[in-house]
């Protein structure tokens, strides 16, 4: 066994957060990154179909990266969109973005898969439910891995 | 029952007309003595953004549900349940949710598997209420906890396993989802993660009724005749012979075996709540590919 690697600090200090809340608290702050997901675009809100759609998830998702430069040490930009019927749906997309966004691809493709279930969400949202972040960061790291070559 | 049945006209021509309630008369009976209302979404975090003043949460995950047996919870944790949510056996209970009720026609059912005596669907659920601008809160509320008994809970009425699936072939099984669900044919891409099946199609003889056929655009149901026109007519089901119905996990087929059930008054209608995701993966069972239902193998 390898150590872990660690969390980019952005991440580890959303990690925290939840990690300081008790469970009603932590649906709450899920709710807050929910209503703080950036909205898309409009080279992307007026092309729906460049997005990508994230079946793991029970409602809509769609998200689409960008990188600049190319190489793990290309820097990552992610861009989702999500309903408002879908709080949860929007809310871990508003961690992934919060947290991951403009690090190095090789950065974001070394968080580790299970970074889902660090957040202390299994016994307010449900580890089913929590599959469907787990499909939006493995789709986030294979179209950054394509987009820069890395 | 302790609170009256919503008179509404157009609740009245359905076979129970007591299983619903109209927006209108909820918005009236609100803080009622003996009413609570329950909220069940798909999304759990749905409730969080408002939710009807008063309304308590239940989760077909987190509440219904018992992770370790993969089956709903016994009488005891139900029993625990109902109590924290200051719900007692002669409460009025009134369900809503999103997704025209998917979740709230579910969690019916789960409560019906208890035998709770009064429960009853808002007609068009939590979309209905707030198209026509009625109040919502974020405030939680902090029901004041209620005794209920521990009532064992009684599958066989109106949940079907798998080995009786398997004997029913032939009989009036429906399979409530899309169409490219029953004909087998996916979308999903090579190197993608795989959730849900092994293989797509449906359960042979099953006929295709996508439940949303039974759903008007505001989420409200259908009409007595337009229901009547689809299953009896164009299907030409027997109500007074048995049912079983089946959707993906058993959530949109719980809100066909309400229609079939209480607006159309069928006899006998079961939810198979393994579905597909059960059916699809599991060893020695058939399945059937296509447009047809296909034929029962010969056993």
């Known amino acids: 066994m390898s150590a872990p690697t660690p969390l ?14 008790g469970g009603r608290d932590r649906l709450q702050l899920l709710l807050e990154f929910s209503e703080g997901l950036p909205a898309l675009p409009a080279r992307y809100a007026e092309h729906p179909e460049l997005l990508e759609p994230v079946p793991e998830c029970q409602s809509p998702i769609f998200l689409v990266t960008e990188v600049e430069g190319t190489g793990r040490e290309a820097t990552a930009h992610l861009f989702f969109s999500a309903p408002p019927e879908a709080p949860t749906t929007r809310g871990f997309a508003g961690i992934l973005a919060e947290g991951l966004e403009g690090l190095t691809v090789g950065e974001v493709l070394d968080v580790p898969a299970d970074v889902t279930e660090q957040l202390g969400l299994a016994e307010v949202v449900s580890p089913l439910r929590l599959r469907g972040m787990a499909g939006m960061l493995g789709r986030i790291k294979r179209q950054l891995a394509e987009r820069a070559g890395a | 029952m302790s609170v009256p049945l919503d008179p509404a006209p157009s609740l009245q021509q359905y076979a129970h007309p007591e299983k619903l309630v109209t927006t209108a008369w ?76 998917w979740w709230a026609a579910y969690a019916l059912w789960v409560f019906e598997l208890f035998g709770h005596p009064d429960v009853r669907l808002l007609d068009g659920g939590r979309a209905a209420w707030q198209a026509e601008g009625r ?123 309400f229609v079939l059930r209480y607006l159309l008054g069928f006899e006998d209608v079961r939810n198979y709540d393994g579905s597909w995701t059960e059916w699809g993966n599991a060893v020695r069972l058939p399945i059937a590919i296509g447009e047809e239902p296909g034929e029962a193998p010969a056993r």
Request: aromatic share 8%; hydrophobic share 35%.
């Open chain 2, 135 to 257: 109040p919502m809160t974020k405030d939680a509320p902090e029901p004041a906890a209620a005794e209920y008994p521990v009532v064992p809970r009684e599958d066989a009425p109106i949940r079907a396993y798998r080995e009786q699936v398997l004997d029913f072939l032939g009989g009036q099984l429906v399979d409530v989802r899309s169409p490219q669900e029953y004909t087998g044919e996916r979308t999903h891409m090579p190197d993608y993660p795989q959730e849900g099946t092994v293989r797509g199609g449906h359960i042979p003889t099953a006929r295709s009724v996508p439940w949303a056929r039974a759903a008007a655009e505001d989420g409200r149901f259908k009409g007595r005749e337009e229901l009547e026109a689809i299953y009896l007519a164009e299907q030409g089901f027997d109500a007074s012979a048995p049912v079983i119905a089946y959707c993906r996990i058993g959530e949109r087929s719980s809100h066909t075996w």
């Open chain 2, 26 to 101: 909820l918005a009236e009976n609100l803080g009622t003595e003996g009413l609570v209302v329950v909220e069940s979404d798909e999304d759990v975090l749905l409730y969080e953004t408002g939710h009807i003043p008063g309304a308590v949460k239940i989760d077909w995950h987190l509440d219904l549900n018992d992770p370790v047996t993969r089956d709903y919870v016994d009488g005891e944790g139900f029993a625990a349940l109902m109590g924290r949510s200051g719900i007692s056996r002669d409460t009025t209970i009134v369900v809503y949710g999103d997704k025209s009720n």
């Open chain 1, 8 to 21: 980019p600090a952005a991440f580890a200090e959303i990690v925290d957060d939840f990690q300081a809340l």
